[in-house]
C-alpha cells in the first residue's frame, strides 16, 4: 500500500522549454502533496507544499512563477518547471500523504537536466 | 532553528558486521522523527515513525530508537542488500512538514 508514482523518471530537454511533471498517489487519498528538490550528496529540500484544491505555500527562496503546481484532485499534483534553465537542472521527488499523523510516500524522482 | 544532523557521513561494514547510524536534532515541539531508506536514483521508502522519547521499533534487521536529542538506526547482522542512504527526518511547524539530515550511505560488503 501507500504508492506514489511519479513521471516522467527523466527529461532531457533545452533552455528555455517548460517542463510539467505528475505526481499521483495510487491507493489512497493524498490531502497533502509536497515538491522536493534533491542536490548530490545534499539533503530532500522542500520547495513547496500542496493541500488538495488549494493554492500552494512555497518555501522562501522558491520562484512560485517559475516552479508552478496544481494539486486539482486528491491523488493527482503537477510540477511546471517554467522556461528551464541549466541551473534548474536537479532531482526532483514528490511526497504524499492522507492525514498530518501519517509519513509522507515519495514516489521515484524525476532527473531533468536542462541542456 | 530546525536542525537535523546526520552521522556517519559514510559507513562501511562487513556483512554480518552490527552498527548504528546516528541522528541528533533540535527542533522546536516534535511532532514525529521519520526514517527513511533511499537506493540510488530513488525516492525515498519509508521504514519507521517514532513519536515519543523512550519508543523503538523494529523491522527485520533494522531497529530505530529514540531519545530526547536523538534517534538511532541500529543495523543488526546487516547483508548487501542493505546497502543504501539512509535518511532521517523530524516533522515539526503547523504544516507538518518534513526537515531532512542529508543522510547516512550505508555499504555492506559481503
Known amino acids: 500500500g501507500a504508492v506514489v508514482s511519479q513521471h516522467p523518471s527523466r527529461v532531457i530537454c533545452k533552455s528555455g522549454t517548460s517542463v510539467k511533471i505528475e505526481c499521483r498517489s495510487l491507493d489512497f487519498q493524498a490531502t497533502t502533496m509536497f515538491w522536493y528538490r534533491q542536490f548530490p550528496k545534499q539533503s530532500l529540500m522542500l520547495m513547496a507544499t500542496s493541500n488538495e484544491g488549494s493554492k500552494a505555500t512555497y518555501e522562501q527562496g522558491v520562484e512560485k512563477d517559475k516552479f508552478l503546481i496544481n494539486h486539482a484532485s486528491l491523488t493527482l499534483s503537477t510540477l511546471t518547471v517554467t522556461s528551464a534553465h541549466p541551473e534548474d537542472s536537479s532531482f526532483y521527488i514528490c511526497s504524499a500523504r492522507d492525514s498530518f499523523a501519517q509519513p509522507q510516500h515519495f514516489g521515484d524522482g524525476t532527473r531533468l537536466s536542462i541542456l | ?110
Open chain 2, 1 to 110: 532553528e530546525d536542525q537535523v544532523t546526520q552521522s556517519p557521513e559514510a559507513l562501511r561494514l562487513q556483512e554480518g558486521e552490527s552498527s548504528s547510524l546516528n541522528c541528533s536534532y533540535t527542533v522546536s515541539g516534535l511532532r514525529g522523527l521519520f526514517w527513511y531508506r533511499q537506493d540510488p536514483g530513488k525516492g525515498p521508502e519509508f521504514l519507521f515513525t517514532l513519536y515519543s522519547a523512550g519508543e523503538e521499533k523494529e523491522k527485520e534487521r533494522l531497529k530505530a530508537t529514540l531519545t530526547k536529542k536523538e534517534s538511532f538506526l541500529h543495523i543488526t547482522a546487516p547483508k548487501p542488500e542493505d546497502s543504501a542512504t539512509y535518511l532521517c527526518a523530524v516533522q515539526a511547524g503547523s504544516q507538518g512538514n518534513l526537515i531532512f539530515g542529508k543522510g547516512t550511505k550505508l555499504s555492506v560488503k559481503p
